[in-house]
């Protein structure tokens, strides 16, 4: 099984900075792409950055030029540098990663998500 462990969530006043972290453990051969999620009381749940295992990036719109994720392989950890924060970006953070793993000779493939961890902007 994999785990994923996320931290650094907390509450900022708009304007603020916060660097969330996310650290997967278990029987992982290779993490495909690690992503942050994010959920909002009342809304589907949205992606908001994601990093392949060829540090290609993707954002949402409306983090471009404020959050940036990066990944460190060596210690299967992903992290989410959020600046300039807004109200709106009050959410319930989630971590995902897409992991290979063996059973016996066999690959496996699986996509895990972590508990959340509360972000909220707020003077």
């Known amino acids: 099984q994999v785990q994923l462990v996320e931290s650094g969530g907390g509450l900022v006043q708009p304007g603020g900075s916060l660097r969330l972290s996310c650290a997967a453990s278990g029987s992982i051969f290779s993490i495909n792409a690690m992503g942050w999620y994010r959920q909002a009381p009342g809304k589907q749940r949205e992606l908001v950055a994601a990093?392949?295992?060829?540090?290609?990036?993707n954002y949402a719109d409306s983090v471009k030029g404020r959050f940036t994720i990066s990944r460190d392989n060596a210690k299967n950890t992903a992290y989410l540098q959020m600046n300039s924060l807004k109200p709106e970006d009050t959410a319930v953070y989630y971590c995902n990663a897409d992991v290979t793993y063996y059973r016996g000779p066999y690959p496996y493939r699986n996509d895990y998500w972590g508990q959340g961890t509360q972000v909220t902007v707020s003077s």
């Open positions: 990093v392949t295992s060829g540090d290609n990036t």
